[in-house]
């Protein structure tokens, strides 16, 4: 199957943007990985990052044209903001889980809420970089389901 994963404002800067609470892993690094592991079990992993919200839209559009069957989407400073996201995923209807490296709840109130947790398969927070690899094993199952 087809999987994107969308990566929202400034995390390309990950690996050198406040390591004590994003970590040291670098975007690419996030992205190898996960491309490699959606290999093995025979899926192809699109990633994009974009720091305009605008670009984001338009891919989460592009992405039902392409047939993309799942969505794993960090929407950064986004996900406190961007209703207009929220309604590209909604008007998709793909499928989508929701991740974020830091735990949001533990952060500033500005983070608690989320505009996609609602819409969302599911939500995982405060893992680092590793919530993007159980993000995508979730992903993974539920494709393979027959
Ligand atoms: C983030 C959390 C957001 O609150 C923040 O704006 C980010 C990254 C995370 O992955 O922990 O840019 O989504």
Redesign the pocket.
Same mark, same amino acid.
């Given at each position: 199957a087809s999987i994107l994963v969308l990566h929202? %404002? +400034? =995390?390309n800067l990950l690996g050198t943007r406040e390591p004590e609470i994003?970590g040291s892993t670098t975007l690419s690094d996030i992205n190898s990985q996960l491309e490699e592991m959606a290999r093995e079990r025979g899926h192809h992993l699109l990633a994009m990052q974009s720091n305009a919200e605008y670009e984001l839209i338009e891919r989460v559009q592009e992405a039902r044209h392409e047939g993309v069957n799942f969505i794993l989407l +960090? %929407?950064?400073?986004f996900? &406190?903001t961007s209703v207009a996201l929220r309604d590209a995923l909604a008007a998709v209807a793909i499928p989508f889980i929701e991740? &974020? =490296?830091?735990n949001?709840h533990a !952060?500033e109130s500005f !983070?608690h809420h989320s505009y996609f947790s609602d819409l969302a398969r599911g939500v995982i927070?405060g893992l680092g970089a590793g919530g993007y690899e159980y993000a995508l094993l979730a992903a993974m199952r539920e494709l393979e389901q027959p």
């Amino acid at each position: 199957a087809s999987i994107l994963v969308l990566h929202g %404002p +400034n =995390l390309n800067l990950l690996g050198t943007r406040e390591p004590e609470i994003y970590g040291s892993t670098t975007l690419s690094d996030i992205n190898s990985q996960l491309e490699e592991m959606a290999r093995e079990r025979g899926h192809h992993l699109l990633a994009m990052q974009s720091n305009a919200e605008y670009e984001l839209i338009e891919r989460v559009q592009e992405a039902r044209h392409e047939g993309v069957n799942f969505i794993l989407l +960090n %929407p950064a400073a986004f996900t &406190h903001t961007s209703v207009a996201l929220r309604d590209a995923l909604a008007a998709v209807a793909i499928p989508f889980i929701e991740v &974020h =490296l830091s735990n949001v709840h533990a !952060r500033e109130s500005f !983070r608690h809420h989320s505009y996609f947790s609602d819409l969302a398969r599911g939500v995982i927070c405060g893992l680092g970089a590793g919530g993007y690899e159980y993000a995508l094993l979730a992903a993974m199952r539920e494709l393979e389901q027959p």
